[in-house]
């Protein structure tokens, strides 16, 4: 025993001697152990920060944001609102797993929740989630902040979550032409669902004075009015993580009003673009009472106003030091690859598959000579699958990836592997290293996260990316090939041109992107969202008399 400690006090994850578990040393050896690892984080974090400094750069870290955050909060926790919890925990035989959703919002929220530390209340949607707990610490090995699950019943998921978010609101924010579904029911379960959540976030954060709050997306639009209601003390950001659309297209929703309204309870509104900034103020002003100031990007409605700002989301440049292993993809192809290119997606009809597909057959139509030489790897998640728009999706897409393999592939060869499941992140990530080009080709999309995190995953510049101009992220990786997902012969040449392109230009372009992603990370997206937050006057606690400021 004392070997081992002396040897992880150089650093080194070294296992615990083999009988320690059944000796008296047991119980001792795991907490030795947590302790290790969190030594071992602190020291790369501090090693981190040290580098970064001696080289000049203000590049927002974790660490950096947590004394951010210590500085203008105090030991005030943070409290974040979402639907989709962060873990889920899931049956699998007779052992329950831990699951990483396949969620932008989660990537992007778990590592200022992990740097920050606070509650994050989010529905508790795994089938092992009761057995697991009500409010639990996360990570499980070595926690940094609380998940506070709510429960749902299965009528209330239906309308709320599959209802209005997801068959109303969702294809009401996207332009793809799909016709959203208002129904009465499923709005009084949105509305109900929202008062449920509010009432946990105000029961954690009782006892906390002038917290800060930041609810996510359009699952809660009305989430922020209930929470100021009752506390006007906090401040509250509401960050919408999908486009707005402009007023004549939001106008149809028969509860149009009452979703502004409840925005805009929140002191800062947050979205992806300026654009959509401006869309949504258009609206305001269009539909309800109320001052629109245009040079501060705010609404003022009697006392009360919100900020109305763009904040590009990202993702962590991730540490080395916390980088997940690598597996090795390409053995899990059938042959050796010369040309392989990756897809991520959750299974949506807003990511463009069908087009994706479509560019690919093309490509390989009017470049045969790629035959056999390149691979297509899609990593396709089922999403949302109790709604029959996505199981029509679904089908449509096996019967796409079946024609072309089958009239385009060859013995030995498949243009498209296709895997539908759930994937861990370190295995997305081993297939984003090994790739030479990424494809996103959403319709339409607020920023697009797994174009960052394919970036942010490689170290080296070796790799192109396809993007969508209907994306968020194109507005900031310019250096990608940019295409329109709907313009076929387009997309194909594009990825004839990613193919070809000359190592210098790769190089080129995939060093700018590299150096932007790393810049504009998660911890500055947060710091900026905070320290906008913290400039807006705060209201009082109800039945707290403020005490008198010096004059
Ligand atoms: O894009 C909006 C969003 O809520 C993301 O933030 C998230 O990546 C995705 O949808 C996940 O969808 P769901 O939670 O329904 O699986």
Not at 159 to 188: K, M, S, T
Not at 317 to 334: F, I, Q, Y
Not at 398 to 417: L, S, T
Request: proline share 7%.
């Amino acid at each position: 025993m004392a070997e081992w400690t002396k040897q992880l006090k150089t650093g080194q994850p070294v296992a615990p001697p083999s009988d320690a578990d059944a000796s008296l040393f047991g119980p001792l050896a795991g907490e030795v152990t947590g302790l290790a690892r969190t030594l071992t984080r602190v020291r790369a974090a501090a090693e981190r920060e040290a580098r970064l400094r001696l080289r000049g750069e203000s590049v927002w870290t974790e660490e950096r944001l947590k004394q951010f955050v210590q500085m203008r909060f105090g030991a005030s926790p943070i409290f974040v609102l979402s639907n989709r919890e962060p873990v889920s925990h899931v049956r699998d035989g007779a052992a329950i797993r831990e699951l990483q959703p396949a969620s932008g919002l989660v990537t992007a929220m778990a590592p200022i929740m992990f740097a920050c530390g606070g509650v994050w209340v989010a529905h508790g949607s795994g089938d092992a989630d009761r057995i697991v707990g009500e409010r639990i610490g996360l990570p499980a090995d070595d926690p940094a902040y609380t998940l506070r699950r709510v429960w749902l019943e299965p009528d209330e998921e239906a309308g709320y979550y599959y209802g209005f978010a997801n068959e109303g609101l969702w294809p009401l924010c996207h332009i793809v032409h799909e016709r959203p579904q208002f129904r009465a029911a499923d709005w009084a379960h949105y509305r109900a669902v929202n008062e449920k959540f509010a009432a946990t976030v105000l029961e954690e954060m009782e006892r906390v004075e002038s917290p800060v709050v930041l609810v996510q997306d359009y699952h809660f639009a009305l989430a922020s009015r209930y929470i100021k209601r009752e506390r006007p003390d906090a401040r509250v950001a509401l960050f919408w993580h999908i486009p707005w659309p402009n007023f004549e297209a939001f106008g149809i929703c028969p509860w149009q009003e009452e979703i502004l309204l409840g925005m805009l309870g929140a002191d800062l509104i947050g979205f992806h673009t300026q654009f959509h900034c401006n869309n949504f103020l258009e609206t305001v002003e269009r539909t309800i009472e109320g001052r629109v100031e245009w040079d501060d990007f705010a609404v003022v409605r009697g006392h009360h106003t919100t900020h109305v700002l763009p904040f590009p989301i990202s993702v962590a440049a991730e540490p080395e030091e916390r980088a997940p292993a690598v597996d090795d993809p390409p053995a899990m192809l059938e042959t050796p690859v010369e040309f392989l290119g990756i897809g991520v997606e959750r299974i949506d009809y807003t990511k463009g598959l069908p087009e994706r597909f479509r560019a690919l057959r093309r490509f390989f139509e009017r470049w045969p000579e790629y035959r056999r030489r390149v691979v297509f790897v899609q990593l396709a998640s089922p999403s949302r699958s109790r709604i029959p728009r996505y199981q029509q999706l679904q089908e449509e897409i096996h019967e796409i990836v079946r024609r072309i393999n089958d009239e385009i592939g060859e013995w030995g060869w498949q243009p498209i592997v296709y895997h539908e499941r759930h994937h861990e992140h370190r295995e997305i990530r081993a297939w984003y290293r090994a790739a030479q080009f990424c494809v996103v080709s959403s319709l339409h999309d607020g920023m697009n996260l797994v174009a960052k995190e394919f970036i942010a995953a490689r170290d080296d510049d070796d790799a192109v990316l396809i993007l969508s101009r209907f994306t968020g992220a194109s507005r900031e990786l310019r250096d990608a090939l940019l295409v329109n997902p709907y313009d076929i012969e387009g997309t194909a040449e594009a990825i004839h041109r990613a193919i070809e392109m000359a190592p210098a230009e790769r190089r080129d372009r995939m060093s700018h992107m590299r150096a932007h992603v790393r810049e504009q990370n998660i911890f500055r997206w947060a710091g900026m969202l905070m320290s906008e937050l913290t400039r807006i006057p705060r209201g009082d606690r109800p039945g707290v008399t403020a005490a008198p400021g010096p004059s």
